[in-house]
């Protein structure tokens, strides 16, 4: 009995600094590890124990291919086997009637939005906006198109509201630093994603008053996010100081922990995969795509994909997953870089093909059109915008305004919006 009760003291007079280091580290905002840095590794032993014990069981994770248990007010998933069943490209919603398709693409250093005809590939319009727009995104209900202008280390940040029946805009609301914009999935709050502040900020998702702020003190660089299937958590990307993750509980509306991933690098894009089960990260300094198990928040797996990987978007049939590589891994990257997009097959987890940019650019973010067969993508430091054929990768660039970024394309099939430039279910 001695012997024993001396193990468990040992144990516990072990576990109790590491833990204490632990939570230290994950608010110092997620440093590389280094030679000298012992914290990352005395943490992942530490936690090891207790992840084991949290791990969903074989049996629990196989109920997931039954009916979803979602959250309150969340629509039903349809398919728990396929959660983007519903944006098949004969899925148009009612909101989506009578509305134009164009091509919305926000100018980071112009301050304007280009409107494209994606028929024509012709200018329909332009207009100006607020100091650096970032991302033009769908609202929850798909009425409302905002553009995020992130005001650039300016303390007048704005949502601008686009009408998408009549493609113009309507009285810009100040919003502190709206780097980029989510929606709850069950509709009750637009999250503004303050990068510059560490902080999410859920708000009324119409008039945009603030309801509620959490704290992200670990995350540098806060900035794409991505939903579990149940709607219960979301995983947003870190992308400065070495790069991570931090997963946030959407139903008690708090931080449940932070992952390091396997290199120092610069995570951007984030997309969950059709079953729910893996989150696939972009990394623009790691040239490539993590996989990433949601529900245990630990990595499985790389892909290499090219040089500077940052936008990943789903085929229209959800069997691939398009990824823009920027060719740059500089967020102030040259012209005619070896910029490219892979297909990875959702199935195998594999790179099927990769298409290259013909002369070199940038492609940056964007969306695939209702139809399937037209992968929009902003070419960053080109100043313009690629119109890629899903098909073969044949690539048409159209001129648009100074270093364009998060464009979408509307509309999209889908029956709400998660936001950023089109994550739709």
């Not at 305004?401 to 919006?417: A, D, K, M």
């Amino acid at each position: 009995m001695r012997q024993h009760i001396g193990h468990w003291l040992g144990v516990a007079l072990w576990l109790v600094p590491v833990l204490g280091l632990c939570g230290w580290a994950g608010v110092a905002g997620l440093p590389a590890p280094g030679p000298r840095d012992i914290s990352g590794a005395l943490c992942s032993a530490g936690s090891s124990a207790l992840r084991r014990e949290q791990r969903t069981s074989p049996l629990l994770r196989e109920v997931r291919t039954g009916p979803v248990d979602t959250v309150p007010g969340m629509p039903p998933v349809p398919d728990p086997s396929n959660l983007y069943s519903a944006t098949a490209s004969d899925r148009l919603g009612p909101a989506a009637a009578g509305v134009p398709a164009r091509v919305y693409v926000p100018n980071r250093r112009s301050n304007n939005v280009y409107v494209i005809d994606p028929a024509t590939l012709a200018l329909a319009d332009r207009f100006p906006v607020g100091v650096s727009p970032q991302h033009v995104v769908p609202s929850w209900d798909l009425k409302t198109l905002w553009v995020a202008n992130n005001g650039s280390r300016r303390r007048y940040g704005s949502l601008t509201p686009i009408d998408p029946k009549t493609g113009r805009p309507g009285q810009a609301i100040p919003v502190d630093d709206p780097y980029n914009l989510y929606f709850t999935p069950d509709g009750h709050s637009a999250i503004v994603v303050a990068e510059r502040r560490k902080r999410l900020d859920f708000r009324d998702p119409q008039t945009m008053a603030l309801q509620q702020s959490i704290a992200a003190p670990g995350c540098s660089g806060i900035n794409h996010a991505d939903f579990s299937i149940d709607g219960r958590y979301a995983i947003f990307t870190c992308e400065f100081r070495g790069g991570g993750l931090v997963k946030v509980d959407l139903v008690n509306h708090q931080v449940l922990g932070y992952l390091r991933l396997g290199k120092r690098g610069m995570p951007q894009d984030i997309r969950v995969s059709p079953d729910g089960s893996i989150f696939y990260v972009a990394d623009m300094h790691a040239d490539g795509v993590y996989l990433v198990d949601g529900d245990r928040f630990s990595q499985t797996d790389f892909l290499p994909t090219g040089v500077g990987t940052h936008g990943l978007y789903p085929s229209r049939d959800t069997t691939k997953l398009y990824v823009a590589n920027r060719g740059s891994h500089s967020t102030r990257g040259a012209p005619h870089g070896r910029g490219s997009i892979a297909v990875i097959d959702f199935a195998s987890h594999k790179v099927e093909k990769t298409w290259p940019i013909p002369g070199g650019g940038s492609p940056d973010m964007g969306n695939v059109t209702a139809d399937g067969q037209q992968l929009w993508l902003s070419g960053r430091f080109d100043n313009v915008v690629y119109d890629i054929d899903t098909t073969t990768g044949a690539v048409k660039s159209i001129p648009v305004g100074q270093e364009p970024h998060g464009l979408t394309v509307w509309p999209q099939p889908g029956r709400y919006s998660l936001g950023h430039t089109g994550n739709m279910r």
